[in-house]
């Protein structure tokens, strides 16, 4: 099974080097094949989780490095501290309580909730927050995905649209709000996207990490 | 520097991040410590971004497996997916969109002031 997630992932990535269809995104590629394989032979997820843990073994170590491109690009990030910092402060607040209310509004279970709060951060961090919170890591992982596929989608355009053309801001707007797949996204158009991208992307899962807990504890009596 | 070493010194902020979770009961990932001490270590020169960069890079390349395992997992939660998936779907988008604009309009106001 760990083999098989392996193979399924590195495909993926070589089929998007072919043809960028979402399809093809490993992530997405690997999860449809495994879940339809489980499904089809009745194959108990308990057999699975086995592989999982051990891949879920590398996800905290991963989010340490990510102190690699930050260092890497703190001499662009320090003379925009102040503007990143707040831009970032505001985004994450609006993205958490925002979520939060929406789901309330449409009815969706205390769980659910909690579990879509993070989700605007790099998925490693998002599935981190969520196990804090008390939320459920899968619908967390769901929900990372669909804001980081619909954000890569339209992010680039809607900015255009509401007149936010500055590349820094678009950026750090695409970091911020759809995590690595917006950070991919501006890597497409150019390095200096990318960069700012995923510095919204690595600051925005640090200020929701710490910043989560105590909004949900303010949100609490609205929620349950 | 060998692989051992670099393993040792990410899992070392890993295991600091753990200690402080669990020394002060913070409400915090201990990977988030560990990525602050790490770029700490990084800035005042104890470590050096070369001397990681073989087990770094390998870990930040491949980021998107670790996503793999919490999808498969969705399985368990089709009934709770299924059930919620109305609220999931609008919270989700309609928050991406007012963080989306609402983070890049205020980076660019903020800018300009400066």
């Known amino acids: ?224 | 520097m060998n692989l051992i070493k670099q393993v040792a010194i990410v899992i070392g902020c890993l295991a600091f991040g753990e200690l402080v979770v669990y020394l002060t009961a913070v409400k915090l990932p201990a990977s988030i410590i560990g990525l602050i001490l790490l770029w700490i270590l990084l800035k005042v020169e104890w470590v050096k971004v070369e001397s990681i960069s073989g087990i770094t890079d390998f870990l930040l390349k491949n980021m998107g497996i670790f996503f793999v395992p919490p999808c498969v997992a969705m399985l368990n939660y089709f009934g709770l997916l299924s059930a919620s998936i109305v609220p999931i779907i609008v919270a989700t988008l309609v928050s991406t969109i007012l963080v989306i604009f609402v983070t890049g309009l205020s980076h660019q106001i903020l800018r300009k002031k400066k």
């Not at chain 1, 993926?12 to 080097?17: A, E, K």
């Not at chain 1, 699975?48 to 073994?57: K, L, N, S, V």
């Not at chain 1, 703190?74 to 503007?83: G, V």
């Not at chain 1, 500055?166 to 950026?171: A, D, L, T």
Request: glycine share 8%; proline share 5%; aromatic share 12%.
């Open chain 1, 1 to 224: 099974m760990l083999f098989l997630t392996l193979a399924l992932y590195a495909m993926g990535i070589y089929l998007t080097s072919k043809k960028k269809w979402i399809i093809f995104n490993p992530i997405i590629f690997a999860t449809a094949i495994l879940i339809s394989y489980l499904l089809v032979l009745e194959i108990p997820y308990d057999n699975y989780a086995q592989a999982g843990r051990y891949i879920d073994f590398f996800l905290q170590p991963s989010i340490v490095a990510l102190a690699i491109p930050l260092y890497l690009q703190w001499d662009k990030i320090k003379k925009q501290l102040f503007p990143i910092v707040c831009s970032q402060f505001i985004g994450c607040l609006v993205g958490v309580i925002s979520v939060v209310l929406l789901a309330k509004w449409t009815g969706a279970d205390r769980e659910i909730i909690l579990s879509l709060a993070p989700k605007s951060v790099s998925t490693p961090i998002a599935l981190e927050i969520s196990k804090t919170v008390g939320g459920i890591p899968s619908i967390t992982a769901a929900a990372v995905m669909i804001a980081g596929i619909f954000g890569s989608m339209i992010g680039f355009k809607f900015l255009n649209m509401s007149r936010i053309t500055n590349p820094m801001s678009q950026g750090i707007a695409m970091g911020t709000s759809s995590h690595a797949m917006g950070t991919m996204k501006a890597m497409e158009i150019s390095e200096k996207y990318g960069a700012f991208a995923s510095v919204g992307m690595i600051f925005n899962g640090i200020l929701t990490a710490i910043l989560a807990p105590i909004i949900l504890n303010f949100l609490m009596p609205y929620i349950s």
